[in-house]
């Protein structure tokens, strides 16, 4: 069976702060995708990142950075120094891939950034 | 613009109502989704189209239902077999295309039970 665990449920820091959000997750397949989504308080999902399973290079995109290690299971997501816009739900997805992309979404983690 | 526009972005339902959120696309995307968020969850997938006039249950079908007549659109019906509708439902849609596919996600409509 698949399934994600974002075991952090809430998260505060303060602005400037670097932080991690993790993500585990657990399938037998050899070849499986791993996103994130960004749910600020509008509610709409925003995509930030598609991970294939045979890449296990990690990737920064500006303030974001992922670390994806097969290993471990975990594909975590660290923003260097936050800011007040980054306070979201953060969802990490697991998907088989294909034409129809069904994904198992963990259960979130909020960010809250204080000023 | 292209994008998921949902509809209304609230919604309440009286006891033994049916109720019809909808959900528009103009990406020229094949597939659609439904997805359900209660509070402190993550989604779960209630109905998915691949193509038009076709479509499959997801984990939580149960007390829901679809269609997808058009690729643009793809409706969602909350039954009164639905015991306990209240949540916030997305739409989403994603296309198949140079080994990619990546869901995009409507703003998402709120139902509530009066």
């Known amino acids: 069976a698949q399934k994600v665990t974002q075991a952090q449920t809430e998260i505060s820091v303060v602005e400037k702060e670097d932080v991690t959000l993790d993500c585990v997750y657990e399938?037998?397949?050899?070849?499986?995708?791993l996103f994130w989504y960004k749910q600020p308080p509008s509610g709409e999902l925003v995509f930030l990142i598609r991970?294939?399973?045979?890449?296990?290079q990690n990737e920064i995109s500006g303030r974001y950075s992922w670390n994806f290690q097969k290993s471990t299971s975990s594909f975590n997501f660290t923003i260097t120094a936050s800011q007040v816009v980054d306070s979201a739900v953060y969802f990490c997805?697991?998907?088989?891939?294909?034409?129809?992309?069904?994904?198992?979404f963990g259960t979130g983690t909020l960010l809250a950034v204080q000023p | 613009d292209g994008g998921i526009t949902q509809s209304p972005k609230y919604l309440f339902r009286k006891e033994g109502q049916n109720v019809t959120l909808s959900c528009e696309q103009n990406?020229?995307?094949?597939?659609m989704y439904w997805y359900r968020q209660d509070p402190g969850q993550g989604l779960r997938l209630i109905y998915y189209?691949?193509?038009?006039?076709?479509?499959q249950k997801g984990d939580i079908a149960e007390g829901y239902s679809v269609s997808r007549e058009k690729k643009e659109s793809f409706p969602l019906t909350v039954t009164s077999a639905q015991k306990n509708p209240t949540a916030f439902y997305l739409c989403?849609?994603?296309?198949?295309?140079?080994?990619?596919?990546?869901?995009?996600f409507g703003a998402g409509t709120r139902l509530s039970v009066l």
């Open positions: 990406l020229n995307h094949d597939a």
């Open positions: 997805a697991l998907g088989k891939g294909g034409a129809t992309n069904k994904l198992i």
């Open positions: 189209s691949q193509i038009v006039n076709d479509f």
């Open positions: 989403a849609s994603s296309i198949w295309q140079g080994g990619k596919n990546i869901q995009y």
């Open positions: 991970r294939n399973s045979f890449d296990e």
């Open positions: 399938t037998r397949d050899t070849t499986y995708y």
